[in-house]
Nanobody, 124 residues
Framework: QVQLVESGGGLVQAGGSLRLSCTFS????????MGWFRQAPGKEREFVAA????????EYADSLKGRFTISRDNGKNTVYVQMNSLNSEDTGVYYC?????????????????WGQGTQVTVSS
């Protein structure tokens, strides 16, 4: 049974940083593509970043390039997203997702498993 547990969310001032973690269990993490998505209040869920099985390939939402960095540690079954220069528009619930197959994908329809989400609130 696949489980994803996010952590690291919280309240941060504008301009600050946070690193979210997602711990994965229940299947071979090394053969699982991973992604991060977020949902702001009153908006649809949107893609943040994705990473391939070995970590060599990454994808980012265009608006987040340069501020967010996705990475993974296959030895710890964990994927991370480092978020810098946060602003109020980054407020929302952040979800970790896993997919069958190695490639990094932007479309959430490619993902079969989801975490419960972690709240990120950026105060201005």
């Amino acid at each position: 049974q696949v489980q994803l547990v996010e952590s690291g969310g919280g309240l941060v001032q504008a301009g600050g940083s946070l690193r979210l973690s997602c711990t994965f269990s229940g299947r071979n993490f090394g053969s699982t593509g991973m992604g991060w998505f977020r949902q702001a209040p009153g908006k649809e869920r949107e893609f943040v970043a994705a990473i391939s099985c070995g970590g060599a390939n990454t994808e980012y939402a265009d608006s987040l390039k340069g501020r967010f960095t996705i990475s993974r540690d296959n030895g710890k079954n964990t994927v991370y997203v480092q978020m810098n220069s946060l602003n109020s528009e980054d407020t929302g619930v952040y979800y970790c997702a896993a997919r069958f197959g190695c490639m990094s994908k932007k479309d959430e329809s490619n993902y079969s498993y989801w975490g419960q989400g972690t709240q990120v609130t950026v105060s201005s």
